[in-house]
């Protein structure tokens, strides 16, 4: 479930953190076949602030976790967690590390159309992690989207950007689909985009909200498996829908 989190968060913010305002919607797809789970995310952004509001597939809880996230403009290397039923937010730390630059290599497998825009399609692998990506220059901004990458990266990495730009597939990301998961796969998948202009009111924590000890990925590699299950559980406690 880490991975899932934080490959998922990652992803949303890189997406959308260049753009100057606007929101996107995607379909998330975790799992194969029968078996699959589908929700939606929602993404909303206005001059590098972000929110996304998502509702994450998770095998064997019958419903989605509902997240909500924000990222300020102000505060880069910060992102909030918000608990609206219990009007409560937690704080993480993303400070950029020198040791996110993994090993990566990109092959293009060649080109297909998706929401009408024009998509290179890319098999990457990165250390031990392997993704199918969709990427398009037919949305406008993707150039600064490659320049937030290249100076953060929590977000990604230079060997990933690398190869991209020696593939010439640089791009906005409208598709990518992550292997070797538990339940099969997560694929995630653009439905809408657009630029109309979002309250900047979306991009503060709500007044009234307490904050709360926040997720610690250092501590959490320190636990025993029967810790890291009961924190797992208490956080499907916490952020499922409630009936």
């Known amino acids: 479930m880490k991975q899932l989190f934080s490959s998922l968060t990652a992803f949303l913010f890189s997406v959308c953190a260049f753009a100057q305002q606007g929101t996107i919607q995607y379909k998330i797809t975790l799992g194969n076949g029968q078996k699959s789970m589908t929700s939606t995310s929602t993404m909303y952004f206005l ?70 825009l024009s998509c290179k399609h890319l098999s990457v692998t990165m250390d031990k992690t392997n993704m199918e990506v969709w990427t398009t220059k037919d949305i406008a901004g993707y150039e600064k989207m490659m320049s937030y990458w290249r100076s953060n990266p929590a977000m990604s990495s230079n060997s990933f950007y690398n190869e991209l730009k020696k593939n010439n597939a640089e791009g906005f990301f409208v598709k990518t689909k992550t292997n070797g998961m538990r339940g099969g796969s997560m694929t995630m998948e653009m439905v809408s985009y657009n630029t109309k202009p979002v309250a900047a009111s979306l991009f503060s924590i709500p007044a009234g909200y307490k904050k709360e000890a926040g997720f610690d990925p250092a501590a959490m590699e320190k636990m025993s498996p029967a810790e890291r299950q009961k924190m797992v559980e208490q956080m499907m406690k916490k952020y499922a829908p409630k009936q």
Request: charged share 15%.
């Open 47 to 116: 001059n590098g602030s972000t929110r996304v509001e998502a509702t994450i597939p998770m095998p064997g809880m019958g419903q989605p976790i509902k997240q909500t996230v924000l990222m300020p403009a102000s505060k880069p290397n910060v992102m909030y967690n918000l608990d609206d039923a219990s009007k409560t937010y937690t704080e993480t730390s993303v400070s950029p590390t020198a040791t996110n630059d993994v090993k990566t290599t990109i092959k293009v497998l060649g080109t297909e159309t998706i929401q009408g």
